[in-house]
């Protein structure tokens, strides 16, 4: 047994050390491409946010998974030229809690919040997720009519 344990050790030690001195060279030379290519933030754009917290069900998993396929299949180009974000915020996070006020949060949300000239100017929670998540299809349905709806209104 002991055995085991100083080849985990070493293997451990070694995975670190290999980590520490790989990671920073990649991150380096993604920004500096990064940097290179990005494009300017529009001024006027939506964002849609899955707030979580820490400890979750699968069920909120699966709505946070469905969230982020829906958005990432039918909105690609508005999330490539920055008019849509999409993200996952923990509202356990101390600089985040801020959000269950501001939202009104009681659970797990999709909120879409529309942000023009840097100020969130209308905001809706997407509250039918819950009662959709048991078909992926309905799901995707409903997330990009309240999409597409806001995207229309701009």
Not at 21 to 28: D, E, G, Q
Request: charged letters at 25%.
């Amino acid at each position: 047994m002991e055995f085991f344990h100083k080849r985990f050790y070493l293997f451990f030690c070694l995975m670190l050390f290999i980590c520490a001195f790989t990671l920073p060279a990649v991150s380096a030379s993604e920004n500096a491409e990064g940097a290179a290519t990005e494009t300017p933030k529009p001024s006027h754009y939506l964002v849609a946010t899955y707030f979580h917290t820490t400890m979750r069900c699968p069920t909120c998993h699966k709505i946070e998974n469905y969230s982020a396929e829906s958005i990432q299949n039918n909105f690609a180009e508005e999330l490539k030229n920055g008019t849509l974000v999409w993200r996952a915020v923990n509202v356990d996070e101390p600089e985040n809690q801020h959000f269950i006020k501001d939202y009104n949060l009681y659970s797990k949300h999709l909120i879409i919040s529309e942000i023009k000239d840097g100020k969130e100017i209308r905001w809706k929670d997407l509250e039918k997720v819950w009662t959709n998540v048991r078909s992926e299809e309905k799901f995707e349905q409903y997330v990009v009519s309240e999409i597409k709806d806001w995207m229309k209104d701009n």
